[in-house]
């Protein structure tokens, strides 16, 4: 009969520190993988300027910013958004489209004419509420999502300066637009799972919205002025703090 083998202390020091390496390099692979995955992810929301001017200087700094994949101008649309009994004060960021980093839940094709065409959040309609003040439900939101190409979408531009610091200007060529309780048509083209709180339109529809349209070349040094926030992708986490770091406001003295 063979003996059973004995471990002593020394072979157990041995084990525990083979374990102990092996744990060790399973968390510093780990924690380069993490690292790497970070530095690929590209970040992206809307920034404001704060204090900057959306001019041509600007324009030359930004384009230094490392990790940068894009940047452009944002314009506010202030407007009070109705569909069926339920209406609510919605903001519409007027963004070039193209560069957005979206994923889209449910989209049709839709031709760009007159009437705003929007891309909305699926929970962009969380704020609508009724005559009586009732809120709208989830599942009256999920409806009206599945349903969008079947509604009927109206607007109201919000008169006087709001949140955003610039004048909302009626649609050009209506003279019935600013008329109190006029309501005008618009469309919705896309229900967005991301970003998923908010409701997007082309730089060029929100132009003409305030008024001030881009000439021939496709560009507006009025509307430039009324810029004050961009839309701004980076890739890498860190390389995106930075950039988030560049357009803080320097703290009080």
Known sequence: MRRKQR???????????????????????GLVLQRAQSARR?????????????????????????GLQSVSPVLRVEARLRVGDYSADTIWY????????????????T????????LVGEKSLSGMRDQNGHALSEKRQKEFLT??????WQYQLNDGTGASG??????SGDPAAGEEGCWLPCRVA??????????????????????????????????????????LAVQGEENYQKALACFAEPPAR
């Open 7 to 29: 471990w002593n202390s020394a072979d157990r020091l041995i084990v525990v520190c083979i374990a102990g390496l092996l744990a060790a390099l399973v968390w510093f692979a």
């Open 42 to 66: 590209v970040c992206q929301s809307i920034v404001p300027l704060g204090s900057y001017s959306y001019d041509e200087q600007l324009r030359q700094e930004l384009v230094k910013l490392r």
């Open 94 to 109: 007027g963004v070039d489209l193209a560069a957005l980093h979206k994923k889209v839940r449910l989209a049709a094709d």
């Open 111 to 118: 031709a760009v004419g007159s009437a705003p065409v929007l």
């Open 147 to 152: 349903r969008y190409q079947e509604l009927e």
């Open 166 to 171: 610039y004048e909302s200007a009626p649609q």
């Open 190 to 231: 896309a229900v967005l799972s991301e970003p998923s709180e908010d409701i997007y339109l082309s730089h060029a529809q929100a132009s003409e919205l305030l008024g001030v349209p881009a000439d021939a070349s496709g560009s507006s040094a009025a509307a430039d002025r009324l810029v004050k926030e961009l839309l």
